[in-house]
């Protein structure tokens, strides 16, 4: 290529350049005294965040100052770096730039003394790569004192507007592109070059699909096997990745070796909770993964959730807290689940307990969505302790919303509230709370300025919904009060509350219905997996009956507790006990167990519970008599009894005794599951 030709190409190149104007004032800085302030200036970034632009630059302002200076590609090199920059180095030469050093050995092996010491004096050296810099190079003052390092991100919004435009995309046009790339360079030009492709002049999803492939082609290139790719998928997918995860998300692997792989990528960072990919990394590698793979990146999203709703079950606090975003990062695409992911833990926007003052409003804000009379209703529950309150703020630390919840009770309720009696009838007529069971009720549920409806509303309600599902132990339901007609019924629907049969109640003349959900018919793991698999655009949630768990009083419960004593040996007439739809075997098998499953894990859980007896010396005897008439059943209990050596009524009052105890620890496992300690 002629001068002339590399002179027109450079001054394109610097034409169509957008923004790095803090970098290129770095450089020229350095250029404008006699010796620059550091010998080696270390441009990184992901694939395609513009180093190549960058140093381009860098080379047409050395060339504009009348500096010497020398570009060289990486990738086209032949040799070993050291040497050839030792005899490029000329006399005169001030500025060597090496773009593309991912492709070079490490950069401690040869970015070393002895490079700089070949070096002519004043000379600087501009190096380019993906990769952080060497741990060396943080460590050792000497070397802080001669490199700067220059880390490289993507374009702000106004600088992508500007870069498309250039490219020759109307503002009309640029919405769908700058959505996508969020600033990316590469990702910015490919995706407004698809656009004036369309005929239309739009980036639909054809194009998207095409500038994906390609960008998710750049940032990975080769990987070392299919256990790395499916690592690589994972992170992606999750809000942060550990070890812990791996092991659970890419079963047979070694997850010590992943995670290192992992964090070795330049385009993945280590942050407090565990690795984190670049935002465009992230969305570009999951996007590619839907489209190429659709089963695959279902079959991770299921692994993935499972291991968060095992961590919800066993964690407590903070902890729990944060298992619950990352169980929501995993479908933060879904409209009603993104308000929740723009809090984050230290988030002054996050919910939390009243402050001074905030009672009032409260107040303030009943009457003037629901009326004087609820108004009333809102101050004496409040004044009386019995509503529990979440108060959500916006970034100014204004109320923007809030929850109040009552707790109900079989015994008892807010008698004077037509909610808690309402909700308490329904109860009583569909499915009664059991002896130490309560419900939730949330009374009172708004939004400052648009009441029951609206995005900011619905992230309020998932929000105050899941604080409930996350309690140890959780609700038997969990009932709304919503405003008649209702203004977010299909929102409501499509969370799994549906509207109770029933006529609702009124406050000072104003209708209201109840929505709700059995936790004890599809317990909290169930409808988080539900509420998952149904997508952003799915209908309401709604699992086969016959799939749902039951929900039995103590009595129905310990009927069917003696019936399968005595089918236990049979697994073929165990099909039919009401015990496989309970939570206890519900919990034991996951959720889509058949019916094999459930019968082997009611069987276990029968064996377990009576071989708590045989661990304490006066309630051996209790076992032994359960033994030898189910477990391992003597043909009549009366040779049952011989066998054991006991008269006929001593032998029965030990089998009674012995079931009693049984049905009573199964009981409080069915109601009552065991909490489980903060993972540390």
Same mark, same amino acid.
């Given at each position: 290529?002629?001068?002339?030709?590399?002179?027109?190409?450079?001054?394109?190149? %610097?034409?169509?350049?957008?923004?790095?104007?803090?970098?290129?004032?770095?450089?020229?800085?350095?250029?404008?005294?006699?010796?620059?302030?550091?010998?080696?200036? /270390?441009?990184?970034?992901?694939?395609?965040?513009?180093?190549?632009?960058?140093?381009?630059?860098?080379? /047409? &302002?050395?060339?504009?100052?009348?500096?010497?200076?020398?570009?060289?590609?990486?990738?086209? !090199?032949?040799?070993?770096?050291?040497?050839?920059?030792?005899?490029?180095?000329?006399?005169?030469?001030?500025?060597?730039?090496?773009?593309?050093?991912?492709?070079?050995?490490?950069?401690?092996?040869?970015?070393?003394?002895?490079?700089?010491?070949?070096?002519?004096?004043? @000379?600087?050296?501009?190096?380019?790569?993906?990769?952080?810099?060497?741990?060396?190079?943080?460590?050792?003052?000497?070397?802080?004192?001669?490199?700067?390092?220059?880390?490289?991100?993507?374009?702000?919004?106004?600088?992508?507007?500007?870069?498309?435009?250039?490219?020759?995309? %109307?503002? #009309?046009?640029?919405?769908?592109?700058?959505?996508?790339?969020?600033?990316?360079? @590469?990702?910015?030009?490919?995706? +407004?070059?698809?656009? &004036?492709?369309?005929?239309?002049?739009?980036?639909?999803?054809?194009?998207?699909?095409?500038?994906?492939?390609?960008?998710?082609?750049?940032?990975?290139?080769?990987?070392?096997?299919?256990?790395?790719?499916?690592?690589?998928?994972?992170?992606?997918?999750?809000?942060?990745?550990?070890?812990?995860?791996?092991?659970?998300?890419?079963?047979?692997?070694?997850?010590?070796?992943?995670?290192?792989?992992?964090?070795?990528?330049?385009?993945?960072?280590?942050?407090?909770?565990?690795?984190?990919?670049?935002?465009?990394?992230?969305?570009? @590698?999951?996007?590619?993964?839907?489209? $190429?793979?659709?089963?695959?990146?279902?079959?991770?999203?299921?692994?993935?959730?499972?291991?968060?709703?095992?961590?919800?079950?066993?964690?407590?606090?903070?902890?729990?807290?944060?298992?619950?975003?990352? /169980?929501?990062?995993?479908?933060?695409?879904?409209?009603?689940?993104?308000?929740?992911?723009?809090?984050?833990?230290?988030?002054?926007?996050?919910?939390?307990?009243?402050?001074?003052?905030?009672?009032?409003?409260?107040?303030?804000?009943?009457?003037?969505?629901?009326?004087?009379?609820?108004?009333?209703?809102? #101050?004496?529950?409040?004044?009386?302790?019995?509503?529990?309150?979440?108060? /959500?703020?916006?970034?100014?630390?204004?109320?923007?919303?809030?929850?109040?919840?009552?707790?109900?009770?079989?015994?008892?309720?807010?008698?004077?509230?037509?909610?808690?009696?309402?909700?308490?009838?329904?109860?009583?007529?569909?499915?009664?709370?059991?002896?130490?069971?309560?419900?939730?009720?949330?009374?009172?549920?708004?939004?400052?300025?648009?009441?029951?409806?609206?995005?900011?509303?619905?992230?309020?309600?998932?929000?105050?919904?899941?604080?409930?599902?996350?309690?140890?132990?959780?609700?038997?339901?969990?009932?709304?009060?919503?405003?008649?007609?209702?203004?977010?019924?299909?929102?409501?629907?499509?969370?799994?509350?549906?509207?109770?049969?029933?006529?609702?109640?009124?406050?000072?003349?104003?209708?209201?219905?109840?929505?709700?959900?059995?936790?004890?018919?599809?317990?909290?793991?169930?409808?988080?997996?539900?509420?998952?698999?149904?997508?952003?655009?799915?209908?309401?949630?709604?699992?086969?009956?016959?799939?749902?768990?039951?929900?039995?009083?103590?009595?129905?419960?310990?009927?069917?507790?003696?019936?399968?004593?005595?089918?236990?040996?049979?697994?073929?007439?165990?099909?039919?006990?009401?015990?496989?739809?309970? $939570?206890?075997?519900?919990?034991?098998?996951?959720?889509?167990?058949?019916?094999?499953?459930?019968?082997?894990?009611?069987?276990? !859980?029968?064996?377990?519970?009576?071989?708590?007896?045989?661990?304490?010396?006066?309630?051996?005897?209790?076992? #032994?008599?359960?033994?030898?008439?189910?477990?391992?059943?003597?043909?009549?209990?009366?040779?049952? +009894?011989?066998?054991?050596?006991?008269?006929?009524?001593?032998?029965?009052?030990?089998?009674?005794?012995?079931?009693?105890?049984?049905?009573?620890?199964?009981?409080?496992?069915?109601?009552?599951?065991?909490?489980?300690?903060?993972?540390?």
């Amino acid at each position: 290529m002629s001068s002339r030709q590399t002179g027109r190409l450079g001054l394109e190149r %610097h034409r169509m350049l957008v923004g790095r104007e803090e970098e290129r004032r770095l450089l020229e800085e350095a250029l404008a005294g006699g010796e620059p302030p550091f010998a080696v200036l /270390y441009v990184f970034g992901i694939g395609g965040c513009g180093k190549t632009a960058l140093l381009r630059e860098f080379a /047409y &302002l050395c060339e504009e100052a009348g500096t010497r200076a020398l570009y060289l590609d990486a990738h086209r !090199l032949t040799e070993p770096p050291l040497p050839l920059l030792l005899e490029r180095a000329r006399p005169g030469r001030r500025v060597i730039l090496l773009d593309g050093c991912e492709r070079l050995p490490p950069l401690q092996e040869w970015v070393d003394e002895d490079l700089l010491l070949g070096l002519q004096e004043g @000379l600087l050296l501009v190096l380019s790569g993906r990769s952080p810099p060497p741990a060396e190079w943080l460590a050792d003052p000497g070397w802080r004192s001669l490199v700067r390092l220059l880390p490289l991100g993507n374009l702000g919004e106004q600088e992508s507007r500007e870069l498309l435009a250039r490219r020759g995309l %109307h503002p #009309r046009q640029q919405r769908g592109v700058l959505g996508f790339a969020r600033g990316h360079p @590469l990702a910015l030009s490919l995706a +407004a070059d698809a656009a &004036l492709r369309n005929p239309l002049g739009r980036f639909g999803p054809e194009e998207e699909i095409e500038v994906v492939g390609t960008l998710a082609g750049h940032l990975v290139g080769e990987l070392p096997g299919p256990e790395h790719r499916e690592a690589l998928e994972v992170c992606a997918l999750s809000r942060h990745t550990t070890e812990s995860l791996l092991a659970r998300a890419v079963p047979g692997a070694e997850p010590g070796e992943l995670f290192g792989w992992l964090r070795g990528l330049s385009f993945v960072r280590p942050g407090p909770l565990g690795l984190v990919p670049h935002p465009t990394a992230r969305e570009v @590698l999951a996007a590619d993964l839907r489209w $190429r793979d659709p089963d695959r990146h279902a079959r991770l999203l299921r692994r993935v959730r499972r291991y968060h709703v095992a961590r919800l079950g066993e964690s407590r606090g903070a902890e729990r807290q944060r298992a619950l975003l990352d /169980y929501l990062f995993l479908h933060r695409e879904d409209p009603e689940v993104r308000p929740l992911l723009g809090r984050g833990e230290a988030d002054g926007a996050s919910a939390g307990p009243p402050r001074p003052g905030d009672s009032a409003r409260l107040e303030k804000a009943v009457e003037r969505h629901e009326g004087p009379a609820s108004g009333r209703l809102a #101050r004496r529950l409040l004044s009386r302790g019995s509503l529990e309150v979440a108060i /959500y703020r916006d970034p100014a630390g204004r109320p923007a919303g809030f929850a109040a919840s009552l707790r109900l009770r079989r015994a008892g309720g807010e008698e004077r509230d037509p909610a808690a009696l309402a909700a308490l009838r329904h109860l009583e007529g569909r499915g009664p709370l059991r002896t130490g069971e309560e419900a939730a009720l949330l009374r009172f549920w708004m939004a400052r300025s648009s009441y029951q409806s609206g995005p900011a509303l619905r992230g309020i309600l998932l929000d105050a919904v899941l604080r409930h599902v996350l309690d140890a132990p959780p609700p038997a339901c969990t009932l709304l009060v919503v405003a008649d007609p209702p203004r977010s019924g299909r929102a409501l629907d499509r969370l799994g509350f549906p509207r109770l049969p029933g006529e609702g109640f009124a406050v000072g003349g104003r209708r209201y219905a109840l929505y709700g959900h059995d936790w004890r018919t599809v317990p909290p793991g169930d409808w988080l997996d539900l509420l998952a698999e149904r997508g952003p655009a799915g209908e309401a949630l709604a699992g086969p009956a016959g799939e749902r768990p039951a929900v039995l009083e103590r009595e129905e419960f310990a009927s069917a507790v003696r019936e399968a004593l005595k089918n236990h040996a049979r697994p073929g007439a165990l099909a039919s006990s009401p015990l496989l739809r309970s $939570r206890l075997v519900a919990r034991r098998t996951g959720g889509g167990s058949g019916e094999r499953e459930r019968v082997a894990a009611l069987r276990a !859980l029968l064996e377990e519970a009576a071989e708590t007896l045989r661990q304490h010396p006066r309630d051996a005897r209790l076992y #032994r008599a359960l033994h030898h008439t189910y477990f391992r059943p003597a043909p009549t209990q009366e040779q049952a +009894a011989r066998l054991l050596g006991l008269p006929f009524s001593t032998y029965r009052r030990h089998l009674r005794a012995g079931i009693e105890n049984v049905t009573d620890l199964l009981w409080r496992q069915e109601t009552h599951p065991p909490a489980k300690p903060d993972r540390k």
